[in-house]
């Protein structure tokens, strides 16, 4: 009978040793190997009390940036939402107000701004099509979820916390960025 492939092993027929008969050879074998690893680096950790720090490359969850003054610094120019190959942005743009002069940087602002996670595949384009570094990718991800519309983010979650009002936070959601500035 032909082959069907030339890595088949023919197997053995051959009568059981006495040893192979009491296995304890096979068991002793069996428990060196598990003894020998309690010496070994642990391959795993105690996920979540221990993190494994991220590549300097990561590109994980996005953040829409403020500046020093804790105004916002997207003013809706759509320019992420074109560079996206998910096509995972959506916006809506508004006029800023007299006396919002504190809340956004220029005289548009995003007054929604949503990314479908399920859409974005982390490709970081939108951050690099940004002309007013109003968004980047942090050091975190999104948290599992039971349902699709949990995974569609607004401005409350995108939005960095206020750097004055919340200094601890900002500083938090900075991550790598802090070191760098
Ligand atoms: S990271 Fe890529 S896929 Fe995700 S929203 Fe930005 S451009 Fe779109
Ligand atoms: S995040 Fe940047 S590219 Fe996107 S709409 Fe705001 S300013 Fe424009």
Same mark, same amino acid.
């Given at each position: 009978m032909q082959a069907l492939t030339t890595r088949a092993k023919q197997v053995d027929r051959k009568p059981m040793t006495l040893a192979e008969k009491i296995y304890l050879p096979a068991i002793f074998k069996g428990m060196a190997i598990t003894f020998s690893h309690?010496?070994? $680096? $642990?391959?795993?950790?105690? %996920?979540?009390? =221990?993190?494994?720090?991220?590549?300097?490359?990561?590109?994980?969850?996005?953040?829409?940036?403020r500046d020093a003054e804790g105004r916002e610094n997207c003013t809706a120019c759509g320019l992420c939402a074109v560079a996206?190959?998910?096509?995972?942005?959506?916006? *809506?743009?508004? *006029?800023? =107000?007299?006396?919002? *002069?504190?809340?956004y940087r220029e005289e548009k602002y995003a007054a929604k701004y949503e990314i479908n996670m399920l859409r974005c595949i982390f490709c970081g384009l939108c951050e690099e099509a940004c002309p007013k570094d109003a968004i980047y990718l942090s050091e975190t991800f999104a948290p599992?979820? %039971?349902?699709?519309?949990s995974f569609i %983010?607004?401005?409350?979650?995108?939005?960095?916390?206020?750097p004055k009002e919340?200094?601890?936070? %900002? $500083?938090?959601?900075?991550?790598?960025?802090?070191?760098?500035?």
């Open positions: 309690i010496f070994k $680096k $642990k391959a795993t950790i105690s %996920y979540p009390e =221990q993190k494994r720090p991220f590549s300097p490359v990561f590109r994980g969850l996005h953040v829409l940036n996206c190959p998910a096509e995972a942005i959506t916006m *809506e743009a508004a *006029e800023r =107000q007299p006396g919002e *002069e504190h809340l599992s979820n %039971y349902n699709r519309a %983010y607004g401005k409350e979650e995108l939005v960095i916390p206020h919340n200094p601890d936070a %900002y $500083k938090k959601a900075l991550g790598n960025r802090a070191k760098k500035n």
